[in-house]
């Protein structure tokens, strides 16, 4: 028994001993908080492909008689004083005006825009009044957009007697604040070239700088204007003295246009429009460096003053329809109030009203 209860015991210990090795300690699992980053999605954005765009505009403008037309012409001013003249605005009572004006963007950089005047006599001169405007004004404007800043124009110019005109700018945008008093400013140093109908000597050359701003005023005004600079070459020589001597051929001068504009919404609808506009100012003001003379075939000398301003006022209602989303017509009737005639700046006086009426359409693409 004693053998058996020793032999029972060893193996008890031995089992206990082989259990002991089997015993495997579990793992301790750590929990971990997992962040996802969500990237952020960029979405590419195509610009849309450039497409060409422009527009035509026509309109037809007919101007009355000037306040004053056909008064009695005072003895000397080298007419038949016999005879009724266009004592205000000589030369441009009772014309029309057909105006057709079209622009296109050809590329992104690159633009084209014109413009053609044909003057037309309404009256008949067997009256005795000279009314006379008649002939066709054409301009050419081509544009190249360098960068934001630069631009270069080239600009001619046929001219209603038949003179014609070239001219280069390069045009600096220096200053650019919508909303403000000063709302741009532009710097556009020129070269000029003008010669005449039979290609004689009577052509002059001009380089210079023409300064363009604009503007904003209280009461919902603007404004906006040129000033020229130019230095003048001439072909020939002119008189600066009434005694035709001291003759030049060239001078500097100073030309300044500015103008005050306001549009005055009186009825408004999807389609329809009728507005008051104002603008006025002065159209232009001219500093030059000489008197000029000439005499013409009766023996008559004319002084031309070197420094003359014209100072106006126009005054229109007009109402547009918009037919389709590329086309409007409009139309309307004003007056405009000027010194026509007498510019002389120790002169300037006697102001007339010329009434007006104008139609028109413009189409877009």
Sequence with gaps: ??????????????????????VVVAPVEVSKEIIVVAEPVVEEVIAPAFRPTGYIGVEYRAYGKTEGHGDRVAPGFGTDPNVAQDEWNRGSNKYSRLETTFGVQATENFSLEGRIRDYNNLESNGDGHENSQNGTETRLR??????????????????????????????????????????DLLLAPKFYHSFPEDGGSNYMNTIGMDIEYAGNLPLGFTWDGTIYLDQNFYGHDFHTNKDLTDNKDKDFTVTWEIYLRRNFALYTTDAYAIDFNFEGGYDPYVFGQYDKYT????????????????????????????????????????????NWDNIDQSSASHWRWQPLAYAGMKVTF
């Design 295 to 338: 005499k013409d075939s009766d023996g008559v000398t004319t002084k031309s003053p070197k420094t003359t301003y014209s100072l106006y006022t126009l005054l229109t209602l007009d109402a547009t329809y918009k037919i389709t989303e590329n086309l409007a017509v409009n139309a309307g009737v004003g007056a405009e109030y000027r």
């Design 1 to 22: 028994m004693k053998k058996l209860a020793l032999f029972l015991g060893s193996l008890l210990v031995v089992g206990t001993a082989v259990q002991a090795k089997e």
């Design 142 to 183: 081509a544009y190249y957009k360098h960068n934001d800043w630069f631009t270069s124009r080239v600009q001619y110019r046929d001219e209603e007697d038949d003179s014609q005109n070239l001219e280069y700018q390069a045009r600096f945008t220096v200053y650019q604040n919508k909303g403000a008093l000063l709302s």
